[in-house]
């Protein structure tokens, strides 16, 4: 963020503590961003969510809390220089959002997409209180989920319209199977639920015109994936053989994503004669798993733990086999982006 400036200092809330507001640019998007400048809830080591040792902040509570706050008081008029005429939250790291809105009484609607129903932002119902929120929030109408604080219920509760990354999923998720406890709630809510397909940025993911790939290449000129493909052999280690089809997995490496099914056959594969490369980072069993793999045949396999979008983009470029083996998957991304480059989808 550069040119930042200080435009508010948003209050604290319970024991959500106070915070400054910023604005600045985003120079790589060309576009004003705000940031909620809060050290001692974000300046640690880790990620957005979890520690370096892949352990949730035991405070997560409070760092959500204090992102879907700083919403409701933009909406109030925090920065006099503008006001949102519509908020958009996301997942349950943004579920508070509708219900820290209706406690200060901005009436600004609320869009509320659901990406994955699975992870709701659970805690106890004692951090309640921490939160700032009224006591009547917390019932069953609201934020309690059988004597829990459930940080994605609040927004599907109090959300004027309800989102989700495809019709097909906003269809499942009504039902017990997929529902994750929720499906009662969302049949309730129908009338203001809609799914809307996920789609790629042609822009950003396109073989033809991606910078970030060795070669160039498109459905009717194939030469430059197999350029790719070469290229990634050599980054990664791997031997140099065009006849080896190398299979990719980008992704979270947690159970629901499956990834225990490419760790269970990852020995066949190799033994047929076939390379892997993953990029992800996720539950530290399963890190350590992948990267023992990775020891024991590095001329067959590799893995690399983090996020790295430039080696994701070479990853689907040189691949010629991407694995989405979850268990269900709210039409992710992944699998889009291996068809637009040519790199078959192998899913559960």
Known sequence: LSNARTVATLPARGQVPAAQLLLGDLAACGMQAYVVDSPALYQREGGPYADAQQRPFTDNHLRFARLCWA?????????????????????????????????????????????????????????????????LYFQPDGLEFHGTLNFMKAGLHYAQHITTVSSTYAREIQHPEQGMGMDGLLRARADVLTGILNGVDEAVWHPAMDALIPANYDAGKLAGK??????????????????????????????????????????????????????????????????????????????????????????????????VPSHFEPCGLTQLYGLAYGTMPLVR
């Open 71 to 135: 919403a409701a008081e933009l909406a109030l008029g925090a920065d006099p220089s503008w006001r949102p005429g519509l908020v958009h939250a996301h997942d349950w790291h943004a579920g508070l959002t509708p219900a820290c809105l209706q406690a200060v009484g901005a009436h600004v609607p609320v869009v509320y997409t659901v990406h994955n129903l699975a992870y709701q932002g659970s805690f106890s119902a004692d951090q309640y209180r921490q939160l700032g929120l009224p006591e």
């Open 226 to 323: 197999a350029r790719c493909k070469a290229a990634l052999q050599q980054q990664l280690g791997l031997t140099e053989d065009a006849g080896k089809p190398i299979f990719t997995v980008v992704s979270r490496l947690t159970e629901q994503k499956g990834l225990h099914l490419v760790l269970a056959v990852l020995p066949q594969l190799i033994a047929r004669g076939a390379q892997f490369a993953l990029l992800g980072t996720g539950d530290a069993p399963m890190q350590d798993a992948f990267r023992a793999a990775a020891t024991a045949h590095p001329q067959s396999i590799s893995v690399r733990i983090g996020y790295d979008e430039p080696f994701a983009h070479q990853l689907i470029a040189g691949a010629d086999i991407i694995m």
